[in-house]
């Protein structure tokens, strides 16, 4: 959700087809306090998945400030999404989808999983998702160079089958 909501128009990059995650908000007493991704891994490049281009450069002409710092998902005043008002559409959306039981955290392990079923290595979704472990397995593996690219294509193959 930090992740989410801290990011702004110049983290998407939409001709390399990359997400930069670079920053997370908090809330700490009420308000919102700007820091980095919980960890070092954290702060990373997703490459977007090319089926969901149109989608994303639709959302930022139709929802997003153009200044580079505008909220990808800003709150009716422009500042940060409250979490109350994301779940309030996020509860219509599942129950308008018939699946109730999901939770917000479901969409990242689904992606996980979509990604895992491209063939991504343990290292490849660890650098995909920000995860710092497991430690052991990262020390024997590494992210193949651009492989995230095709972890992003063949998800658009998947989606299309």
Do not use: C
């Not at 919980?38 to 998945?49: H, M, Q, W």
């Not at 109350?84 to 969409?107: I, P, Q």
């Not at 690219?149 to 089958?161: D, G, P, Q, V």
């Amino acid at each position: 959700f930090g992740e989410t909501v801290e990011l702004r128009r110049k983290d998407v990059n939409l001709s390399d087809e990359v997400l930069w995650i670079r920053r997370a908000a908090a809330r700490v007493d009420g308000r919102y306090e700007i820091g980095t991704p919980k960890s070092e891994a954290g702060i990373r490049d997703v490459s977007i998945p090319p089926h969901i281009l149109p989608q994303i450069e639709d959302h930022l002409e139709r929802f997003t400030g153009g200044k580079p710092d505008a909220l990808l998902f800003a709150a009716d005043n422009g500042g940060h999404l409250q979490p109350s008002t994301l779940y309030r559409h996020w509860y219509k959306a599942r129950t308008k989808a018939g699946r109730e039981d999901l939770r917000w955290h479901d969409l990242r392990h689904s992606g996980a999983v979509l990604a895992a079923a491209t063939g991504a290595t343990l290292s490849e979704l660890m650098s995909r998702l920000g995860h710092s472990t497991p430690a052991a397995a990262m020390r024997y593996q590494h992210v193949a160079q651009g492989r995230d690219r095709e972890i992003a294509a063949l998800l658009s193959k998947l989606a299309n089958a």
